[in-house]
């Protein structure tokens, strides 16, 4: 029987092993049939959500610091006259309303102030009660200062009335220029109407060669004189200093009528406060120190007030505008300024038209009295001197009287910014998320904070906080090697840098072993 099978088993196992073939040949044409269908398309990579979403952050104003308030918590806000600070608010809207793009160079504001001014162009109110509730409906109070001050700080300018002639003869013999046509800065030309009033000024030598503008000494000893620049003659020197530091003038010219300029450029040094040098030198006390003060100085010391006078290389170019005597004088925004409610400030922080609330003690009365100041005062202007958050030059108006109370300004006041609500800084506080905690103190222990292992082999070993054994953080003094002193500003530096990462696992190579042998069975078929 077992003869008799053995042809069958055989012929069996032929079949078992021709399948197997067969199997095994289907396989790369199954698979190169695979291969020529369409591949399916990956479904999509589920949306990754960063552990801090891009949120609008709360506005920031270079070197300042602000704080929310209360209307109630505003000395003096209730007894302003609100009325008188909403039409020279509703003056400053005008060009604000009628903007389309944004504007060149971003400030902390931005574009936000063009709701509340659309509105108050269609607002003209005439209740005091009503001009209150629009501001605190339209606004929020912020109260700004410096980084690190409580305070800000004050002072005043005015339009002085001055005589002069439109032609030069013994009396009138001081020029008043006009912008020249060599005067250039970067980023303008001729036809703007008005140059910036900081950064670099040039005049150009030949086609190409830019050199520094004429300072005041050379401009005063005839530098640009004889090309037609006069827009009018002055009596003496110290009424063009003070038009030039006030940026505008009314002239009373000697055939009755009057002439009136304003600010068209400067020539690119920064300017020097004359008062500031009477003080230094001992002349005037500073808490004497007034613009009627140095003018009386000046007059009485004529030989040394040019000298004086000459520290201050700053000098302005103007341009006559078309004034009436009634008109006031028109700022930086380009509209008209309102005495006693219109201020000049950092144009590289704040945006025109934006309202301040300022709280102050000043000597409005007389040189020694503490007149209260409470007032809703509206951007309008800026000034070479006026740097800084909480930083303003109060317009007084035009003339002598005005001059006198704006001269004896020089003190500190505080400063509250009416932001509008589509900024408020709380609301998009409150959306910020979280910070990460702080790590551990286990983890503190494992990842210590260590300086990086950059010195030369030779080098003092640096300093390290040893939070793991005092479980907070102290550092052990270092003597730096006597050659190498200037290694030691470079470690306390480091020191202060973010903990490092933990270093990588080492890569540890594998151990070689032998391949697997597979072990076949052999089969032996005894025919």
Same mark, same amino acid.
């Given at each position: 029987?077992?003869?008799?099978?053995?042809?069958?088993?055989?012929?069996?196992?032929?079949?078992?092993?021709?399948?197997?073939?067969?199997?095994?040949?289907?396989?790369?044409?199954?698979?190169?049939?695979?291969?020529?269908?369409?591949?399916?398309?990956?479904?999509?990579?589920?949306?990754?959500?960063?552990?801090?979403?891009?949120?609008?952050?709360?506005?920031?104003?270079?070197?300042?610091?602000?704080?929310?308030?209360?209307?109630?918590?505003?000395?003096?806000?209730?007894?302003?006259?609100?009325?008188?600070?909403?039409?020279?608010?509703?003056?400053?809207?005008?060009?604000?309303?009628?903007?389309?793009?944004?504007?060149?160079?971003?400030?902390?504001?931005?574009?936000?102030?063009?709701?509340?001014?659309?509105?108050?162009?269609?607002?003209?109110?005439?209740?005091?009660?009503?001009?209150?509730?629009?501001?605190?409906?339209?606004?929020?109070?912020?109260?700004?200062?410096?980084?690190?001050?409580?305070?800000?700080?004050?002072?005043?300018?005015?339009?002085?009335?001055?005589?002069?002639?439109?032609?030069?003869?013994?009396?009138?013999?001081?020029?008043?220029?006009?912008?020249?046509?060599?005067?250039?800065?970067?980023?303008?030309?001729?036809?703007?109407?008005?140059?910036?009033?900081?950064?670099?000024?040039?005049?150009?030598?030949?086609?190409?060669?830019?050199?520094?503008?004429?300072?005041?000494?050379?401009?005063?000893?005839?530098?640009?004189?004889?090309?037609?620049?006069?827009?009018?003659?002055?009596?003496?020197?110290?009424?063009?200093?003070?038009?030039?530091?006030?940026?505008?003038?009314?002239?009373?010219?000697?055939?009755?009528?009057?002439?009136?300029?304003?600010?068209?450029?400067?020539?690119?040094?920064?300017?020097?406060?004359?008062?500031?040098?009477?003080?230094?030198?001992?002349?005037?006390?500073?808490?004497?120190?007034?613009?009627?003060?140095?003018?009386?100085?000046?007059?009485?010391?004529?030989?040394?007030?040019?000298?004086?006078?000459?520290?201050?290389?700053?000098?302005?170019?103007?341009?006559?505008?078309?004034?009436?005597?009634?008109?006031?004088?028109?700022?930086?925004?380009?509209?008209?300024?309102?005495?006693?409610?219109? %201020?000049? $400030?950092? &144009? *590289? /922080?704040?945006?025109? !038209?934006?309202?301040?609330?300022?709280?102050?003690?000043?000597?409005?009365? =007389?040189?020694?009295?503490?007149?209260?100041?409470?007032?809703?005062?509206?951007?309008?202007?800026?000034?070479?001197?006026?740097?800084?958050?909480?930083?303003?030059?109060?317009?007084?108006?035009?003339?002598?009287?005005?001059?006198?109370?704006?001269?004896?300004?020089?003190?500190?006041?505080?400063?509250? %910014?009416? $932001?509008? &609500? *589509? /900024?408020?800084?709380? !609301?998009?506080?409150?959306?910020?998320?979280?910070?990460?905690?702080?790590? =551990?103190?286990?983890?503190?222990?494992?990842?210590?904070?260590?300086?990086?292992?950059?010195?030369?082999?030779?080098?003092?070993?640096?300093?390290?906080?040893?939070?793991?054994?005092?479980?907070?953080?102290?550092?052990?003094?270092?003597?730096?090697?006597?050659?190498?002193?200037?290694?030691?500003?470079?470690?306390?530096?480091?020191?202060?840098?973010?903990?490092?990462?933990?270093?990588?696992?080492?890569?540890?190579?594998?151990?070689?072993?032998?391949?697997?042998?597979?072990?076949?069975?052999?089969?032996?078929?005894?025919?």
């Amino acid at each position: 029987m077992a003869l008799e099978a053995r042809p069958e088993t055989q012929n069996l196992v032929r079949l078992a092993f021709g399948a197997i073939a067969v199997a095994l040949a289907l396989a790369p044409l199954d698979a190169l049939a695979r291969q020529g269908r369409a591949p399916k398309e990956p479904p999509p990579p589920p949306v990754r959500h960063l552990p801090y979403p891009e949120l609008e952050l709360p506005f920031q104003v270079n070197g300042g610091q602000y704080t929310p308030v209360a209307w109630s918590e505003i000395a003096g806000w209730r007894e302003d006259d609100h009325l008188a600070a909403y039409k020279a608010f509703r003056v400053s809207c005008k060009p604000i309303a009628a903007q389309q793009k944004p504007p060149a160079d971003s400030k902390a504001l931005g574009t936000s102030l063009r709701d509340p001014c659309r509105v108050a162009r269609s607002l003209e109110l005439s209740e005091e009660a009503k001009a209150r509730a629009f501001f605190e409906e339209h606004f929020l109070p912020l109260r700004i200062s410096r980084l690190g001050e409580s305070e800000g700080f004050v002072t005043g300018y005015y339009e002085p009335i001055v005589e002069g002639s439109r032609t030069e003869n013994e009396v009138y013999k001081v020029p008043v220029y006009r912008r020249p046509s060599n005067l250039f800065v970067h980023g303008t030309t001729q036809a703007s109407a008005g140059l910036p009033n900081k950064g670099q000024v040039f005049r150009k030598i030949g086609r190409r060669k830019l050199v520094p503008y004429y300072d005041r000494t050379e401009i005063e000893d005839g530098a640009i004189a004889g090309r037609g620049l006069e827009i009018c003659y002055l009596t003496n020197q110290t009424d063009l200093l003070f038009t030039q530091i006030q940026g505008s003038a009314r002239v009373s010219l000697d055939d009755g009528t009057t002439l009136r300029i304003n600010y068209d450029a400067h020539n690119g040094y920064p300017y020097t406060p004359v008062g500031r040098i009477l003080i230094e030198r001992n002349i005037i006390p500073k808490d004497q120190m007034s613009m009627q003060k140095i003018r009386e100085w000046m007059e009485q010391n004529p030989n040394e007030a040019d000298e004086l006078r000459r520290q201050n290389r700053s000098y302005i170019f103007f341009r006559e505008v078309q004034l009436s005597d009634k008109d006031e004088a028109v700022g930086a925004q380009g509209v008209p300024l309102t005495p006693g409610r219109s %201020i000049a $400030v950092d &144009k *590289s /922080l704040h945006v025109y !038209g934006t309202p301040f609330f300022i709280e102050g003690e000043l000597p409005i009365e =007389s040189e020694l009295s503490k007149t209260p100041f409470r007032r809703l005062m509206i951007a309008q202007d800026t000034g070479s001197a006026i740097v800084g958050p909480a930083r303003a030059d109060l317009y007084f108006g035009a003339g002598s009287d005005a001059g006198k109370v704006s001269g004896r300004l020089r003190h500190n006041a505080r400063f509250v %910014i009416l $932001v509008p &609500k *589509s /900024l408020d800084p709380v !609301g998009r506080g409150r959306k910020l998320p979280v910070p990460d905690a702080r790590p =551990s103190e286990m983890i503190a222990k494992l990842f210590p904070q260590t300086a990086p292992s950059a010195e030369p082999k030779n080098a003092a070993k640096p300093p390290e906080a040893t939070a793991a054994t005092t479980g907070r953080s102290t550092v052990q003094p270092a003597v730096p090697p006597a050659s190498a002193p200037s290694q030691v500003p470079a470690v306390q530096a480091a020191i202060a840098k973010p903990v490092p990462l933990p270093e990588p696992r080492p890569k540890v190579e594998a151990v070689s072993a032998k391949p697997h042998q597979r072990h076949l069975r052999r089969y032996r078929h005894r025919r």
